[in-house]
T-cell receptor, first 116, second 108 residues
């Protein structure tokens, strides 16, 4: 069964450093998403991406964040200068072009980012 | 904020049906109701969705009231592996807006 994969599973970085979180969505999917979950809190939407551009972003997704689909398979989230409060689990998700726009998203296992 | 309300927690005996309620009295007529679950700290997992009619798949059944103000997710024979946080989401937007969900504990 196809699945979304994410690397690394755990990333430790120092405050102020840049990190890139990588995702390989399901191969025939067209819509891509990043979410995050701070420990003990809700899953929060960060950004959606379609047709090589951002469709929507949340207030969390400020200038320190960027996304890219550098080739036909990878989808990355970059945090330019990490802050302590960026420590969270980051989930990538993707979905296909379903009839009626049904929002059946498939999530990866997540990358745990720890900023020290 | 999420447009749905769910009880914070529920218990269910292994092998019994787990019935998870959700109130979504403010969703509009063309908004689907989605159910996802999150096992421990894994990524959320899609379970089922519905608009007006009841739905069933290999994982669960979804019963939606006629007025669409509430729904119930049914896991017909809960197992220990069904212990998770279950989210009911009723949104028209592309993004998923997760609330706090219902923490279902299945016990032996």
């Amino acid at each position: 069964e196809p699945e979304v994969t994410q690397t690394p599973s755990h990333q430790v970085t120092q405050m102020g450093q840049e990190v890139i979180l990588r995702c390989v969505p399901i191969s025939n999917h067209l819509y891509f998403y990043w979410y995050r979950q701070i420990l003990g809190q809700k899953v929060e939407f960060l950004v959606s991406f379609y047709n090589n551009e951002i469709s929507e972003k949340s207030e969390i997704f400020d200038d320190q964040f960027s996304v890219e689909r550098p080739d036909g398979s990878n989808f990355t989230l970059k945090i330019r200068s990490t802050k302590l409060e960026d420590s969270a689990m980051y989930f990538c998700a993707s979905r296909g072009d379903s009839l009626g726009g049904v929002n059946e998203q498939y999530f990866g296992p997540g990358t745990r980012l720890t900023v020290t | 904020d999420a447009k749905t309300t769910q009880p914070p927690s529920m218990d269910c005996a292994e092998g019994r049906a787990a019935n998870l309620p959700c109130n979504h009295s403010t969703i509009s007529g063309n908004e689907y109701v989605y159910w996802y679950r999150q096992i421990h700290s894994q990524g959320p997992q899609y379970i089922i969705h519905g608009l007006k009619n009841n739905e069933t798949n290999e994982m669960a059944s979804l019963i939606i009231t006629e007025d669409r103000k509430s729904s119930t997710l049914i896991l017909p024979h809960a197992t220990l592996r069904d212990t998770a946080v279950y989210y009911c989401i009723g949104e028209l937007t592309d993004k998923l807006i997760f609330g706090t969900g219902t923490r279902l504990q299945v016990f032996p």
